[in-house]
């Protein structure tokens, strides 16, 4: 069955910190890997898109990796903001049936 | 702002009713996506259009459908309401609807069904 699995579930850090978060898929056949922001309430917005064979990829203060021969993904967040506080979820696209596969999200909270 | 906009944001409705909700993509966008989000739950993707024609198919129940008109704007429609179907909706669009492109999300319709 094709899953994406994230963690935390949830993260509360200080304001200027850094954080992991993690994603492990089960998805086959993989053709690409999304990290999307999610304010309360509001539509997802795209961080990164990383293919079978980008490793990193950076977006201003957010870096996602992917290893995809352990099925795995991380997004490091540098330099927290308040604004950060979000939850934050790994898609995988599978072309089996052309869609996307969504995590349940890592709920972050930044605090001052 | 993504370009992509949603009416009606918000929707009270009674257990066995319809409703339609709308999604205008963003001007260029071919591509349609209906997603539904459950509290505190992930996103569910429900049905994909591309210029008018149904592309894919995810867990659609058979009380909703949806189109895509020639103006590009799509709508759901989702009929005999249960208490379960309280939820976010949400339009995406893209471009051409390929695996690599970028989905652009709407602000979402919230149904509260009673």
């Known amino acids: 069955k094709n899953q994406v699995e994230q963690s935390p579930q949830s993260l509360i850090i200080l304001e200027g910190k850094n954080c992991t978060l993690q994603?492990?898929?089960?998805?086959?056949?993989?053709?690409?890997l999304r990290w999307y922001k999610q304010d309360t309430g509001r539509g997802p917005v795209s961080l990164t898109i990383?293919?079978?064979s980008e490793n990193t990829k950076s977006n201003g203060r957010y870096t996602a990796t992917l290893d995809a021969d352990t099925k795995q993904s991380s997004l490091h967040i540098t330099a927290s903001q308040l604004s950060d506080s979000a939850s934050y979820i790994c898609?995988?696209?599978?072309?089996?049936?052309?869609?996307?596969?969504w995590g349940a999200g890592t709920k972050l909270i930044i605090k001052p | 702002d993504s370009g992509v906009t949603q009416t009606p944001k918000h929707l009270i409705t009674a257990t066995g009713q319809r409703v339609t909700l709308r999604c205008s993509p963003r001007?260029?966008?071919?591509?349609v996506y209906w997603y539904q989000q459950s509290l505190d739950q992930g996103l569910q993707f429900l049905i994909q259009?591309?210029?008018?024609?149904?592309?894919a198919k995810g867990n659609i129940l058979e009380r909703f459908s949806a189109q895509q008109f020639p103006d590009l704007h799509s709508e759901l429609n989702l009929s005999s309401l249960e208490l379960g179907d309280s939820a976010l909706y949400f339009c995406?669009?893209?471009?051409?609807?390929?695996?690599?492109?970028?989905?652009?999300f709407g602000p979402g319709t919230r149904l509260l069904v009673l």
């Open positions: 995406a669009s893209s471009q051409a609807g390929g695996s690599q492109e970028t989905q652009y």
């Open positions: 001007s260029g966008d071919l591509s």
């Open positions: 259009y591309y210029n008018g024609e149904e592309r």
């Open positions: 994603c492990n898929y089960t998805v086959s056949p993989f053709s690409n």
């Open positions: 990383m293919t079978f």
């Open positions: 898609v995988v696209w599978t072309d089996s049936n052309y869609q996307l596969i």
